[in-house]
């Protein structure tokens, strides 16, 4: 299974850790927060350092409560990261979190990213597909219900699993139409699923990568961990890596995290059991 990436492909014989870099003052994970310029290119060193195979920016943050960007506010921030980005390591894959067009369309032709990561999935702005086909960057297209205000009030599912890979197939099947070749799914755990949900899709995530894409699995630090346990974001690295050992048990080709060394030695550790049982 492989992704085109300037040119090249990337293929997940062995997965891949995807390193979240977030230009924002409100992501729900406070160690992840970064603004000046001397704090993203700290991180960005810190992530490539670490092993990162892919490094993610995101400049408006998707959790319920957050402030509203606009997006000339959103592409600034963007900028500034982008910028770090390719002065410290520019042959690193970089993708861009963003459900925006008008975002997504200038941080292609300013920056040359290579993957758009729209949490909408295309349901917040039906444009950005367009601006991704048109420029044949990769895609990840992730489920999630509503907006990020509304979405935890979208949990009615009969069968999560089997709705979520109903509606990303729809989607993908749209994407094709379109000559959008390179789709990376994301069953968008913690997006109007509940805790619940978000487990029995990640003991079915076999079942995602039926549909023949490689899958990314985004659980760091979130809620099905930190509620779970009684602790805080803060404190759930240990569940974060625990979950993450289970994802790529079940098939995840990319997991997106916050914290890159703990991702990159379980990735060696998981590959090496592989290798062995093989």
């Given amino acids: 299974m492989t992704i085109n990436i300037r040119g090249e492909l990337m293929d997940f014989t062995v997965p891949k850790v995807m390193g979240i870099v977030n230009v924002t003052p409100d992501s729900f994970y406070s160690g992840s927060r970064?603004?000046?310029?001397a704090e993203i290119c700290a991180r960005v060193e810190r992530l490539v350092k670490e092993g990162a195979d892919i490094l993610d920016l995101g400049g408006y943050s998707s959790r319920p409560g957050a402030d509203t960007v606009s997006a000339d506010e959103e592409y600034?921030?963007?900028?500034?990261g982008l910028e770090a980005v390719r002065d410290i390591a520019p042959d690193i894959p970089v993708s861009v979190d963003t459900f925006r067009a008008s975002v997504a369309r200038r941080c292609v032709e300013n920056w040359n990213v290579d993957i758009i990561n729209d949490i909408g999935g295309g349901t917040l702005d039906p444009d950005?597909?367009?601006?991704?086909a048109e420029s044949g960057v990769a895609y990840v297209l992730m489920h999630m219900r509503g907006t990020p205000a509304t979405m935890q009030s979208l949990t009615d599912y009969n069968d999560v699993t089997a709705e979520v890979i109903e509606d990303l197939a729809k989607k993908t099947y749209h994407l094709r139409g379109l000559g959008v070749n390179d789709i990376i799914i994301d069953p968008g755990f913690g997006f109007a699923k509940t805790v619940a949900q978000n487990?029995?899709?990640l003991d079915e995530l076999g079942e995602f990568c039926k549909m023949g894409m490689p899958?990314?699995?985004g659980i760091s630090r979130k809620?099905?961990?930190w509620k779970t346990l009684g602790i805080t974001p803060q404190e759930s690295l240990e569940g974060t890596v625990a979950l993450d050992a289970f994802a790529l048990d079940r098939g995840a080709d990319i997991i997106r995290v916050h914290d890159v060394l703990p991702a990159v030695q379980t990735v060696r550790l998981y590959s090496e059991m592989r290798n062995a049982l093989s």
């Fill in 34 to 37: 970064t603004s000046t310029s």
């Fill in 76 to 80: 600034d921030r963007l900028a500034r």
């Fill in 128 to 132: 950005i597909q367009e601006v991704v």
């Fill in 199 to 201: 487990f029995r899709m």
């Fill in 215 to 217: 899958v990314l699995v």
């Fill in 223 to 225: 809620t099905m961990i």
